[in-house]
């Protein structure tokens, strides 16, 4: 009975993650519109990109690998494993234990790799600018998400998602010192990982400016639709996580009943609204950093991060 | 029964290094060596495999050596394990080299030492006493330094074998002290009376530094790495495959044998110090793969980044053990030893894969490949592989170790020493750092030698590699994935050696259902590469088939977008130079003194703009120029003696001989 309350549990977060993606990213999108006393383009926006994206034929480059063709395969699954396995609404997640927080990141560091390659399959300078930009941002952007993992673990006594997200909702720790840097600087990270400003700007399309984008430039098509798609879970699981850890309230437990579902649900909706209402004023309140001034945002998050373990490893009390 | 078996596979190596004369005048000489020498090293894996899996130690001492010691042979757990590493290591190198070999034109100055260089890696491995340990090792040193100068013609590879003979005899000159000093004055130079008498702290605390010099420079510790970026890649390709994937880790056996069996119990600040020259090791390792365009001397750095990974967790073992700890422990020296037979597989294939590449283009330098994938689909997808898996990606086997080893870190607050609460978080961020660089290495290399179009005429014609080649890096490769998705039996393999040199084990592996790998307890932490692998699998199939449902399966092919560029010349592309160099300038800077300088042509002048960048080794400046600067110094004054007169020669025999006198009478 529990394994198949488990595994419906799994199958709608699943669902839900994809479902919900585009909607936050159009969201962020109306609001940052708004702010700008602009109207913007509606809530569904998204949805009907990836559509039209997927009905159109694909344009790939004569001298595109195979490699090409499959990492947007590659990418999108990666991406939605692990959004899959980051708690949304409920804990009991059924496969939570396969991968913990650690595994999480690194799925999210496969999919970047494949993207920076397929960056360079062509042999244009713009994918070129785009993987090795990237290469660099995320030299900086994986230890510092690693320093906050650090962090969380050693408060929590584990790596497991599941199990940090009940620590904190079981509310033993109250406010730690160890808590606020890690928050800081997963702030940070989300930011720089999900390409927003001020590290790299998601609606740019000048030249110089890009990063991700400019890894992504010869996609069109389904490919292209499949890697938007990845973008926006990816964000989506950013949200979440920041969510699960901080805000874990509403969350429905691991043996929960179906209103702790449904109330977990409508948290989480007011969750992804306030998280996208926040990046979207963060947004447009701060202009896009050059390029090399990004390491020294990330070497921040970095050294916050780092700060934080620190603290912890030294004296449970911080 | 063991041992005497894999003595006697020891023995068909050594009895294959004379024939190999004449074997190398024939063309078919090659393969039939090489077959030869996969057989032996198929015997002694499994010799190796019995007696771990089994749990047999056998001994055996031959009258040899020393006549009032012997030469003592053992298989234990420890030795066990290495034997599998070193033997599945050479096996993949024989079965590479029965198709690559036959490129090779000077096959007389290859094979008699190839056969060689394994029987001294394995015996190095079963030696059970100091006298035979240091003739191995020196044998294994020599061999090797032979194979490096297999090309001498190249005045390159003329100094690698300097600088290697020349650091090789320095680190066995430190291993022959350690043991010296561990023998104690009555000569017991038999392991296990060294086991027995535990040395005095003092003592131990030389045991440690020398071992950590003498091993540390085989294995490729800074500031000791110098020598390895030099002299692996100076060898053919098999070779450095076996020099950065097999002999770095008997190094590292050294290092375990000696510091964790024979020393007796650790100092808690003995991990400390392995900790921070392991951190230290494995982040200048991969910025010095960062920034070198040589690809096989790229593959070289990063083995000695990986060495530094394994010690991180050889040092957190040592802290561990110092204190007690004994799952972590465990847990700590199962890391390491996994992560070393990983790094064994990965590196293999690429070295594999840098000598089809170099077979087929003539080419190492990364700035004149290009578009590979196209011309060498198999050995690209092999590449590939091992390029994610060196770059701790799930669900491969580097990402299971390297979670190990953060899994470990994430039991030390609970040390009790401060040194160790302050460093264990910084060695874990260094180490983060360098796996996230690591990524950016290969995402480099592969990006730059196999994407994109071809830089050269030679690349642009480059041929697939032969069958035996493809069919090792593709049977290396496939063992990344499993490793990468059973953790779990490979830490069951290992726990003997655990159990053998910590007392402690971790949980059986087997026992947990579905093959999760719990390295402590489930709540704290798991992680299912099977799982995760499937569900990769699962997802992108079901992304692939509703794509296949929903939309449109026309694909066109047309000329690069690129923003609309028409068609660039291909030196356009991103080169593996300016790859680095967005982290070149946020960490080059520092520690390597970057400069760049761009010179702009007037306005009007057709010249093209140039930019240069200089690049400094600290080390190299500041450590060993100092150093040969002294001993030339040294050796200049010292060279007025070869022009004296007779007389002079004369007097200074007489005052010798007073000298001696006189010390002898006191």
Redesign the interface.
């Known amino acids: 009975m529990s394994a198949i309350r488990d595994l419906a549990v799994q199958g709608m977060q699943m669902a839900l993650v994809l479902l919900l993606a585009p909607l936050l990213t159009g969201f962020v999108r109306k609001v940052k519109a708004r702010l700008l006393r602009r109207q913007g383009p509606p809530l569904i926006q998204p949805y009907r990109d990836l559509l039209r994206l997927?009905?159109?034929?694909?344009?790939?480059?004569?001298?595109a690998?195979?490699?090409f063709r499959a990492v947007p395969?590659?990418v999108?699954?990666?991406t939605?494993?692990a959004a899959?396995l980051v708690p949304t609404f409920a804990t009991g997640l059924l496969?939570s234990?396969?991968?913990?927080l650690?595994?999480i990141v690194?799925?999210l560091?496969?999919a970047?790799?494949f993207l920076?390659?397929a960056?360079?399959?062509?042999?244009?300078?713009?994918?070129?600018?785009g993987?090795?930009?990237e290469?660099?941002i995320?030299?900086?952007?994986?230890?510092a998400m690693?320093?906050v993992i650090?962090s969380l673990?050693?408060i929590a006594?584990?790596?497991?998602l599941s199990?940090i997200a009940a620590y904190m909702l079981s509310l033993q720790e109250g406010l730690r010192v160890t808590l606020g840097l890690a928050l800081i600087a997963l702030v940070m990270v989300a930011i720089a990982e999900n390409a927003r400003i001020p590290v790299d700007n998601p609606a740019t399309h000048l030249?110089l400016t890009m990063v991700h984008e400019a890894m992504v430039?010869?996609y069109?098509?389904?490919h292209l639709?499949?890697i938007e798609l990845a973008a926006s879970l990816k964000l989506l699981l950013y949200v979440s996580l920041i969510g699960c850890l901080f805000v874990p309230w509403g969350l429905a437990p691991v043996e929960g009943t179906v209103p702790d579902y449904i109330f977990g649900i409508l948290a989480y909706a007011a969750k992804l609204f306030a998280g996208g209402l926040a990046l979207g004023i963060f947004e447009i309140s701060i202009a896009k950093m050059r390029?090399?001034r990004v390491?020294a945002f990330l070497g921040a998050a970095?050294m916050l991060?780092?700060l934080g373990?620190?603290l912890?490893?030294?004296s449970?009390s911080f | 029964m063991g041992v005497t078996f894999a003595l006697a596979g020891i023995a068909v190596l050594l009895g294959l290094a004379l024939p190999a004369i004449a074997l190398a005048r024939v063309k078919t000489g090659t393969p039939i060596l090489y077959g030869i020498a996969l057989l032996a090293s198929l015997g002694l894996l499994a010799a190796g495999a019995i007696s771990l899996l089994g749990g047999v130690e056998s001994e055996t001492v031959l009258p040899l050596g020393l006549p009032w010691v012997g030469a003592h042979f053992r298989i234990d757990a420890l030795s066990a394990a290495f034997l599998v590493i070193v033997n599945l290591g050479a096996a993949g190198a024989s079965l590479y080299a029965i198709g690559y070999g036959s490129h090779e034109h000077w096959p007389a100055r290859v094979l008699p030492f190839y056969p060689a260089f394994l029987a001294g890696m394995n015996l190095v491995v079963l030696s059970a006493d100091a006298f035979s340990f240091l003739l191995s090792w020196e044998f294994m040193s020599l061999a090797s330094w032979a194979l490096v100068m297999a090309h001498h013609r190249d005045p390159e590879n003329r100094r690698a074998g300097y600088v290697y003979i020349l650091m090789a005899s320095f680190g066995t000159l430190a291993l022959l002290l350690a043991f010296g000093l561990l023998a104690g004055p009555d000569g017991h130079y038999d392991f296990a009376t060294m086991r027995a008498m535990s040395p005095a702290p003092l003592l131990a605390t030389f045991v440690l530094v020398l071992t950590l010099i003498g091993t540390g420079s085989k294995a490729g510790l800074v500031p000791l790495h110098v020598w390895l970026p030099l002299a692996h890649p100076a060898a053919p390709s098999h070779i450095s495959a076996l020099m950065s994937g097999v002999m770095t880790k008997v190094a590292v056996y050294a290092f375990i044998r000696i510091v964790f069996d024979l020393s007796g119990p650790p100092d808690w600040w003995w991990g400390l110090a392995v900790l921070a020259a392991g951190a230290g090791t494995a982040v200048m390792g991969v910025l010095y793969a960062l920034f070198e365009n040589d690809l096989k001397r790229v593959f070289a750095y990063s083995t000695i980044e990986n060495v530094g990974i394994i010690f991180v967790g050889l040092g957190l073992a040592l802290a561990f053990e110092a204190n007690n700890f004994g799952a972590a422990a465990a847990l700590a020296l199962s890391a390491a030893l996994f992560h070393a037979f990983n790094h064994m597989l990965f590196k293999s294939v690429l070295f594999f894969g840098a000598g089809a590449v170099l077979n087929a283009t003539g080419e190492r330098n990364m700035e004149r490949m290009g578009g590979l994938i196209h011309r060498m689909p198999g050995t690209a997808f092999a590449v590939l592989t091992a390029c994610a898996a060196i770059s701790a990606l799930p669900p491969l086997n580097g990402f299971a170790s390297e979670w190990m080893i953060f899994q470990a870190i994430l039991l030390s607050p609970e040390l009790p020493q401060w040194g160790l609460k302050v460093l264990v978080p910084a060695g874990g961020a260094l180490l983060a750092l360098a796996a996230a660089l690591a990524a950016a290495c290969f995402i480099r290399v592969f990006g730059v030698c196999f994407l994109g179009r071809p830089r050269t005429p030679a690349a642009g014609a480059a041929k697939e590699t032969d069958v035996f080649s493809r069919a090792a890096m593709f049977a290396f490769a496939g063992l990344c994935l499993i490793a990468g998705i059973l953790p779990g039996l490979a830490v069951d393999a290992i726990s003997p050696v655990t159990q053998l040199l910590l007392s402690a084990r971790l949980p059986i592996q087997a026992a947990i259902p579905s093959l999760t790998f719990v390295p402590i307890a489930a709540e704290r932490s798991s992680y299912n590469g099977l799982l995760v692998f499937l569900f990769i699998a699962a997802s992108a199939s079901i992304a692939a088939f509703g794509i296949h449902l929903l939309a449109s399966k026309a694909i066109r092919r047309g000329p690069a977008w690129d923003c609309g560029f028409p068609n660039a010349a291909p030196i356009t592309q991103y080169s593996a130079g300016s790859f680095a160099q967005p982290i070149r300038r946020v960490f080059g800077t520092l520690l390597f003194r970057a400069r760049e300088r761009v010179t702009m042509p007037p306005p009007g002048s057709m010249v093209p703009a140039r930019i240069d960048v200089e690049m400094r080794d600290l080390v190299w400046d500041y450590v060993y120029a100092p150093i040969a600067g002294i001993v030339g110094t040294i050796a200049e004054r010292m060279n007025v003696l070869q022009f004296l007169t007779i007389r002079r020669y004369l007097t200074f025999v007489f005052l010798a001989l007073v000298l001696l006198l006189v010390v002898v009478a006191i």
């Open positions: 997927l009905h159109k034929e694909a344009v790939v480059a004569v001298n690998s195979w490699l395969y590659l999108f699954a990666a939605w494993v899959a496969f234990w396969s991968a913990d650690i595994a690194a799925l560091g496969s970047r790799f920076a390659l960056g360079m399959d062509i042999g244009t300078s713009f994918g070129g600018i993987s090795s930009r290469a660099m995320a030299s900086l952007a994986e230890p690693m320093m650090f673990a050693l006594g584990s790596t497991q199990a030249e430039l010869e069109s098509g389904r639709a499949l390029v090399f390491p970095l991060g780092l373990a620190l912890r490893f030294v449970g």
